[in-house]
Every structure is written in C-alpha cells, then in structure tokens.
C-alpha cells in the first residue's frame, strides 16, 4: 500500500486524496497506521461514527433509503447529490413545480437541457435499482451501486448524460497491474 499510495503521489495526488477502506477497523486499523507511519506516509484512524458522515457515505445511504422509499424527499435530495446536481439545478427543480412534495417537482420537471438528461437518467437508474433490490435484495444492491461507484470520482458537469457523472481521479483497479494489486492488498 505504501508503495502505491508514494507512486500516486509521484503523479501529483496528495495524502488527502487517499484513503484506505477496511471490512472493520478491528486490530488491522492500527497497524496499518504503524506502517504508513513507519514509512514517513501520514495516516489516521477515524472513529467509524465519522466515516457514515461524510458527504459521500451521505449520499450513498440517502440512495438507498430513496430506492426504498420514493416518497421521502429528504432521501432524494441526498441521492441527488451522487448525479452531481447543483444547488441552481435543484432550484430549477422546485421552480418547474412549486406545489406539493419534491418528488412531485423531479418526475414533472421537463425543461429541455442537459438536467433534463441528468433528471431522465436519475429516474430511469432509481426505478431500475427498485426492480434489482426487489429480485436479488439489499446487499448485493448495494454491492452493484458500489461497482457502478467504485472508486474517488470526479464530477464533470459536460458528460450528465452518462452514469455515472463522474470519472475516476486515479487509477482504478481494473488499470493495475497483478504486482500493484497484489502490494496493494498484502498488509
């Protein structure tokens, strides 16, 4: 990991960009901090209440509590963060419907443009994830949408009409070779 973690930061990615998920923090959590920090590569541990707090995490369980309830407008707004919305587009949103719930608003808004795409694309995703969580459940929902959103994304406001909106800001898994996936999962 170490290694991996000085080759990206040769490519000009910062400590901060990185992060290292773990299935629990149990003993592990501690020596990996001891090594990074052994080899000069500041690290962390921070309480598990803090990491479902983060925006990211926010918005991926407000995807989930959306899929399971559509009607919940808190949800949606957080699930609409993940397609790279803005405040302006939420605005526009609420301003093609001001009556009744958001929800409402999102399935009416037909304003031709490029949020139209975003709004289309959300809508199509958020009733095929209903279909998909309906035959195979939760958990491997949840595991596909990790698939679909792996990795630290970049929005790019010019490419809405895909999904995701984003693109990876680092290497990806699937562009490692079998050597740095191997260093990258040995502790």
């Known amino acids: ?20 998920l773990l299935r629990s923090i149990g003993d592990r959590a501690g020596e990996i901090q001891r090594v990074l920090s052994a080899a000069g590569i500041p690290a962390v541990t921070p309480p598990m209440a803090g990491y479902f707090g983060t925006p990211s995490m926010e918005a991926l369980l407000g995807l ?9 407008d808190t949800a949606l707004l957080a699930a609409l963060a993940l397609w790279g919305l803005s405040a302006d587009d939420l605005a526009a949103i609420r301003l093609s419907c001001r009556e009744g719930a958001y929800h409402e608003a999102l399935s009416a808004y037909q304003t031709p443009g490029p949020l139209l795409e975003a709004v289309t694309d959300f809508r199509r995703r958020m009733a095929e994830y209903r279909r998909y ?9 949840v595991a596909r949408i990790k698939g679909e959103l792996a990795g630290p994304w970049t929005y790019t406001p010019s490419k809405r009409t895909t999904f995701p909106p984003w693109r990876p800001s680092w290497p990806m898994p699937g562009n490692l070779t079998s050597e740095e996936v191997e260093t990258s999962m040995s502790f």
């Open 133 to 141: 969580a309906a035959v195979y459940g939760v958990e491997r929902l």
């Open 1 to 20: 990991m170490a290694r991996e973690m000085e080759r990206l930061r040769g490519e000009g990615y910062r400590y901060g960009d990185m992060v290292i």
């Open 64 to 72: 989930l509590r959306y899929v399971d309830n559509p009607l919940d």
